[in-house]
């Protein structure tokens, strides 16, 4: 048996081979991106759900976002169901804010649809105001207009390595021998829904 996208949890209760993504350091790999990229004001489009790594505490993104030198802001930080109508409104309360973000972190690709969906109902160029960037690698964004950014978890790569591990399981699935558990690969796959801000092309400074 072989899970194929699983967490160290089910690795530790089934006992059976487990692939698994890094998911917190994927999540910095995309925070990482926008940093580099000059943003300072990134809002964190989240779950609601308290399972989720990245609603964990509040307190722990606004500690992670400053790690980065990003603005800790709570206002930057929105934990929503995955629903238009609640992307939508967390969107909307976002370019409320006397400063809004430059830059929105998503916890999938699919929150990141809704909000380019939301942004353009708004009038909001994409990403010359704001670069959305998505989480998770759905093929179907780089059909966007702008192809959409996104931190990669290598879908089709978990399934190839699973297969390969299921048909090489003579040389782990012995008696006394720990089954594998496996961290797999991620990167970073800059398209065109990210870009330097306006602010730092122009030189100007963007408050933190």
């Given amino acids: 048996m072989v899970i194929p996208h699983g967490r160290k949890a089910d690795y530790a209760a089934t006992g059976f081979a487990t692939l698994y993504t890094d998911t917190p350091s994927a999540w910095e790999e995309g925070l990482r991106h926008l940093r580099l990229l000059g943003h300072q004001r990134i809002a964190l489009l989240l779950n609601d759900s308290l399972e989720s790594f990245r609603h964990s505490s509040n307190e722990q993104q606004n500690r992670l976002l400053e790690t980065f030198g990003a603005s800790g802001e709570p206002a ?89 591990l299921l048909f090489s399981s003579e040389k782990w699935y012995l008696p006394g021998v720990p089954p594998p558990l496996i961290a797999t690969p991620f990167h970073l796959a800059s398209r065109g829904s990210t870009a330097i801000p306006a602010a730092v092309k122009e030189g100007k400074h963007v408050a933190g």
């Fill in 76 to 164: 930057l930080i929105k934990a929503v169901e995955y629903s238009f109508p609640s992307i939508d409104q967390a969107i909307r309360e976002l370019l409320a804010l006397p400063n809004p973000p430059t830059a929105i972190q998503c916890y999938s690709d699919f929150f990141a649809l809704h909000a380019c969906q939301s942004l353009n109902a708004a009038g909001v160029k994409i990403p010359e105001q704001i670069s959305v960037l998505g989480f998770c690698g759905y093929p179907g964004g780089k059909l966007l207009s702008p192809p959409l950014s996104t931190v990669d978890v290598d879908y089709n790569g978990i399934g190839l390595q699973a297969a390969e």
